[in-house]
């Protein structure tokens, strides 16, 4: 009750300036207010901002290019509310050299979502610096534009710098094309922890468009990191195919597989595991197995008998 | 050869041994982190940032660099340097000269025997006389010779005047605060924002020219020279004492010099009041009430004995240098410091260094002091004794660009206390920064910080801090706080105890003792925003007590680990959500989090359980209560990228 009437009060205020600029500064400078004694305001600045749609979005472009953190996360804040009528200041604001504005730039279109930004993303995805191209992928990724956006995005995950793969892999996760699963795979394996937990993540998005090549992937590759997230994955799918090489895997002789192997049969078999797992946690004597095996027997009976 | 002489042998290769091997519980179980972490898909190569994420500045420190390429170095780094600083018998002069090579600048001396002797005569009837009377007389030029050749070293040199005079005029803005800055109108704290910005965009235009190589050297020299000075002092010690008072004042009268008067007290009570270039007291409780003169960069105060009180009038003085260096030597007596700014150990453009090598004492300060440093090294060497250090922001082992610090105490049941005075306006309204106790302080989005360092040898220490301390940092800089034995007690509110914030590093190493752990929230091993923090205890019976974002958390990309090796430990976390070992999403992908028992039965109120492993519904994060459960060798994953 007490922020709509401040939006209100801001909202006159506003009408009763004739000079929209000014207006849109005021409200940017509380806004951006990183005091604690001004919290209040901020959210209320934030959101008459947004109302004023193309008014605000046409000055705001001006701050795009600002250092400081604070900022930029309140431009992309206010951009995420005035919505698609600020994609064409966004887009154009893209045409720049200057990094910390094509990095805030993208933040924002990421947020707006809108696919008619995609062409310029992509652009500014070639960016010599590395910290834009992984902005404008990642906000390729969430502007949509389905399969064909997932085609050109694919190309940038043979960038040498891990961010860019992963902001790419996570595009592809947002994209959910079927042709993009094989790329995903292959991520699996990166070299950096964020590009292949990443890609974990992505499939884990495709659901049950990830089970088929999920399951030709545990019977065709013996490589742990790989082979790990992939046992991960068919519980997290639940992928019942692979119950027969899920069983093999549950007798493992590296404890990191078997462990997980125990957490997917959980989620697998629900219910009708609790048997297997009481007698595997008998004859346990591995410390991470026996802990997933704990775990495991606490999800199990969380669940419902139907589940 | 006869069953003695054996015996001989063999206790010397055991003594000898002995003092090879680490004497104390230090361990850094980088293989059983990897195993753990392995079972999260991460490996400790995986442990790493990147030393570009944004534009470099001209300050960055080459150390800055290779930890953040390599976090997981940092404990022993830590181990390494605090082991040298706490070494009795390693001299001051060498501790200068392990931090100063922190800034990674060559230094281009040596420039002794360039220096001439002064005009002035300075105490020919003394140097006439001979013995030991003489010797100090011959010490005493020589020293003021030292003092004028690196007074008239250009420190300034490469600086129009103009942008000298920015230097002087605004550097310290950066670090300076206002109480009323609570109760400033909106506007008013976003004009000083943008004053501030403007500040330093022109810094990083005028910064670089600073000729660094040129303060070193001076700071460099004016420490040799001093510690020539000190050594001979405490070689003839005895010999000076027995000199009457009488005699000195005949001999030693005061003297002006065009770097402030030369003084020598005697074994009474005295009271020296202004500005001084050399100070050498004898003994006996006497007060210093010390004021800078403009002009005078460089300073040596070398009291013998006495419990004495010294008080500043005005800031940069006591054991600080400003554009110069300041150097107070106290070898005895229970002694109060009472300082204003930039004092007490402090070096902005230049080498501040207090020794004090015995007694009781207490060291009260406010910004930037005990121990603090910009474009140059702070010194606090306290050797021994019941200390009390208190200050209100910036103090206590605190490294700002271009700055290499160390608060070093030897002994003693300490008490170190920093904040309550300066509101933090950010975050709340009831809470005041600290940005102490082992901190590294850049200024985000400008310029790299340095390397700050607190370290405390035996005793059962109370530290005390608000936001941001205790082996703490903020951007692109590294805090650390070693503390080596003794029953400790940690206490804070936010991003402390083992925390880096924003592409820095943070560490606190507490190496034994029943230890006690209090903050809130982001600490006790919490690394935010592509930081890493880590809290690391090899011994004890120790307590940690958070709310929320702590005890192993990364955050925003960071990593956080709490390592604690042996003892029964109790972890206590209020919100199980994110601690004992937590990562969140922030750019598209997680951060990690490790907490690690290896010893004890252990307490968890949180996710932790004795004896087991756990890996949190976060991205991505993991712990292990090992207790006596070797971890096997499962390959799980290769290392490297």
């Known amino acids: 009750m007490v922020s709509k009437i401040i939006i209100m009060v801001l909202a006159m205020t506003s009408l009763a300036f004739a000079d929209t600029k000014s207006e849109v500064e005021r409200l940017f400078q509380t806004a951006s207010s990183g005091e604690i004694r001004y919290v209040k305001l901020v959210q209320p600045a934030k959101d008459s901002l947004a109302v004023m749609k193309d008014s605000a979005a046409k000055y705001l472009v001006s701050k795009l290019s600002t250092t400081d953190a604070r900022e930029a996360q309140t431009l992309t804040e206010i951009y995420r509310g005035i919505g698609k009528a600020g994609t064409k200041y966004l887009i154009a604001a893209l045409n720049t050299d200057d990094k910390y504005q094509l990095r805030v730039t993208s933040r924002c279109l990421a947020e707006v979502k809108d696919s008619t930004s995609v062409d310029a993303l992509l652009k500014a995805a070639t960016n010599s610096d590395y910290t834009v191209r992984a902005e404008a992928l990642a906000a390729v990724g969430k502007s949509g534009g389905g399969a064909a956006t997932a085609a050109r995005l694919e190309p940038f995950f043979n960038d040498s710098i891990y961010s860019v793969r992963k902001s790419c892999v996570y595009g592809l996760g947002n994209l959910k094309s079927p042709a993009s699963l094989d790329l995903l795979l292959r991520a699996l394996g990166d070299p950096h922890f964020g590009v292949r937990l990443t890609a974990y993540d992505a499939l884990v998005s495709f659901d049950s468009l990830a089970r088929e090549k999920v399951a030709a992937l545990l019977d065709t590759v013996r490589f742990a990191p790989v082979t790990g997230l992939a046992i991960r994955l068919a519980g997290q799918l639940r992928i019942h195919q692979v119950e027969p090489k899920l069983a093999l895997y549950l007798a493992d002789g590296n404890p990191l597989l078997r462990g997980w192997a125990v957490w997917s049969w959980g989620r697998l078999r629900g219910k009708d595991a609790t048997a297997q797992l009481d007698e595997l946690q008998k004859r346990e004597s591995d410390l991470f197995v026996k802990s997933m095996l704990t775990d495991t027997r606490a999800y199990i009976d969380t669940l419902t008998s139907h589940e | ?641």
């Open chain 2, 1 to 641: 050869m006869s069953y003695r002489v054996v015996l001989s042998i063999g206790v010397v290769i055991i003594l000898a041994c002995s003092g090879s091997v680490a004497a104390d519980d230090y361990h850094f179980p980088i293989d059983t982190i990897n195993h753990v972490l392995n079972y999260i898909d991460i490996d400790t190569g995986d442990i790493a940032f990147r030393t570009d994420y944004v534009d470099r500045d001209s300050f960055r420190l080459k150390i800055i660099d290779d930890l953040t390429l390599h976090p997981l170095q940092i404990p022993d780094y830590l181990k390494k340097r605090g082991d040298f600083l706490k070494d009795t018998t390693i001299s001051v002069f060498e501790k200068y000269d392990t931090l100063e090579q922190t800034l990674g600048r060559q230094h281009r001396l040596s420039l002794l025997g360039n220096w001439q002797l002064p005009p002035e005569q300075i105490y020919p009837d003394a140097r006439q006389a001979g013995g030991v009377i003489g010797e100090f007389a011959d010490r005493l030029l020589k020293t003021y010779a030292g003092m004028r050749f690196v007074t008239n070293i250009p420190l300034t040199e490469g600086l129009s005047g103009a942008e000298s005079a920015f230097v002087a005029d605004s550097f310290l803005t950066f670090l300076r605060e206002e109480e009323k800055d609570v109760d400033r109108p909106l506007d008013e704290m976003d004009s000083l924002q943008k004053l501030g910005d403007s500040l330093a965009i022109r810094f990083k235009t005028v910064g670089p020219k600073i000729n660094i190589a040129n303060i070193i050297d001076a700071s460099r020299q004016f420490v040799s020279d001093y510690q020539q000075l000190a050594d001979w002092l405490a070689q003839n010690r005895k010999a000076l004492q027995q000199i009457p008072d009488s005699l000195l004042r005949k001999y030693f009268p005061s003297f002006k010099t065009e770097c402030g008067p030369i003084v020598v007290g005697g074994k009474g009570n005295d009271r020296y009041e202004g500005d001084y270039a050399i100070i050498i007291d004898f003994g006996g409780d006497d007060e210093y009430v010390m004021s800078h003169v403009s002009g005078h960069r460089f300073q040596i105060i070398i009291d013998m004995d006495g419990d004495d009180h010294y008080r500043a009038q005005t800031d940069h003085y006591l054991g600080a240098g400003y554009f110069g260096c300041g150097i107070l030597d106290d070898w005895g007596g229970d002694d109060t410091y009472m300082a204003k700014n930039y004092s007490l150990g402090c070096g902005i453009f230049g080498t501040g260094i207090l020794v004090d090598r015995a007694g009781d004492d207490t060291y009260i300060g406010n910004i930037g002091c005990q121990a603090a440093s910009s474009f140059g090294v702070g010194i606090l060497l306290d050797y021994g004794g019941r200390d009390s250090y208190s200050a209100a922001l910036y103090a206590q082992g605190f490294a700002f660009i271009m700055g290499s610090s160390a608060l070093v105490d030897y002994s003693g049941n300490d008490r170190y206390a920093v904040g309550w005075k300066y509101g933090d306006v950010l975050r709340y309204e009831d809470h005041y920064v600290s940005l102490s106790q082992g901190f590294g302080y850049g200024l985000r989005p400008y310029f790299s910080g340095g390397v700050g360092l607190l370290i405390d040898g035996e005793g059962n220490d109370v530290y005390q801090s608000d936001i941001f301390g205790q082996g703490a940092s903020y951007w692109w800089s590294l805090g650390g706080l070693i503390d080596y034995s003794g029953n400790d007690q940690y206490i804070s509110y936010q991003y402390a105890q083992g925390n880096g914030t924003h592409l820095s590093l943070g560490a606190l190493i507490d190496i034994s003792g029943d230890d006690l752990y209090s903050s809130k929230g982001v600490s006790q091993g919490c690394g935010h925003d592509l930081a890493f923090g880590l809290l690391l205890d090899c011994a004890g019976n120790d307590q940690y007590n958070a709310f929320d974002l702590s005890q192993a958390a990364g955050s925003a990309n960071g990593v956080g680990m709490l390592i604690d090796l042996k003892g029964d430990d109790a972890y206590m976390a209020r919100v199980k959500g994110n601690t004992h070992g937590y990562g969140n999403p922030r750019r598209e992908y997680g951060s990690v989090g490790l907490l690690l028992d290896l010893g004890g039965q252990d307490f968890y109120r949180g996710y932790g359980a004795d004896d087991s492993y756990w890996v949190t519904q976060s991205k991505w994060g993991i712990g292990a209560d090992l207790n006596s459960v070797k971890p096997d060798t499962t390959k799980a994953k290769p290392s490297g990228k």
